[in-house]
């Protein structure tokens, strides 16, 4: 049964979809069979797994407006994640979703069938607590939060963990918060050593040992569709997004 976590954060520039597209790739060369839905209208998760935004005849739109299958809307990237991809057309959804019934329920409903095929299910969220947010996290097992190491790192998790919390007690009883990963790390910056243990004495052990560092193959990737493992897999980016795999594959392994 598939592990499904929502990648999220309304804080925006923080490698929200960096990490969506890089942890997928990552489990998948550890053998792992993961789906990514890209729930974001810019589609920036889309492209840098590999698919054309703009060439898709389906996307995440049809999956929460129309009858359409989630398997119909599927598309197969190089980089061996298979992804429901988003363009702008998404935008619309949130305004038609507001009509709907039970309409946070609605991702959670249509993922269903999605849970015996993979073993992942990773959730590239928008950066804003939205509907299609709410949709996500309903739909997830647990949230994944990337998160800078600077003075306001903290800023707006805090309506975040609330509505997880909220979520949780009413319209998805299992949702947690699965950890929490310290991006853009710089060793070197006083501030940043500053920011990580104030983050580890608010999160403790929801904080990932895993740090990804600045690096600027990382950066350069999704300019070239590809996942940084496709893209340098020599590189310190991939190095550490392979790490943090492992380590999420270890937490399983032991609760």
Known sequence: MAKIYAITNQKGGVGKTTTSI?????????KRKVLLIDLDPQGNATMGSGVNKHDVELSVYDLLTSSVPL????????????????????????????????????LANKINEAKGKYDYVFIDCPPSLNMLTVNALCASDGV???????????EGVAD??????????VANTKLEIEGVLRTMYDPRNSLTKDVSEQLTGFFGDKLYETVIPRNV?????????MPIIQYDKASKGAMAYL?????????????
Do not use: W
């Open 71 to 106: 398997t119909d809307i599927i598309c197969s990237s190089e980089s061996g994640i298979d992804v429901i991809p988003a363009n702008s057309d998404l935008t619309a959804a949130e305004v038609e979703l507001l009509n709907l019934d039970n309409k946070e329920m609605i």
């Open 160 to 169: 975040l963990i609330q509505t997880v919390e909220n979520i949780s007690s």
């Open 22 to 30: 890089n942890l997928a790739a990552s489990m998948v060369a550890m």
């Open 217 to 225: 193959r990382l950066a350069e990737a999704p300019s070239y569709g």
């Open 243 to 255: 790490a943090l795999a492992g380590e999420i594959l270890r937490r399983h392994k032991t609760n």
């Open 144 to 154: 994944i939060i990337p998160m800078q190491c600077e003075y306001f790192a903290l």
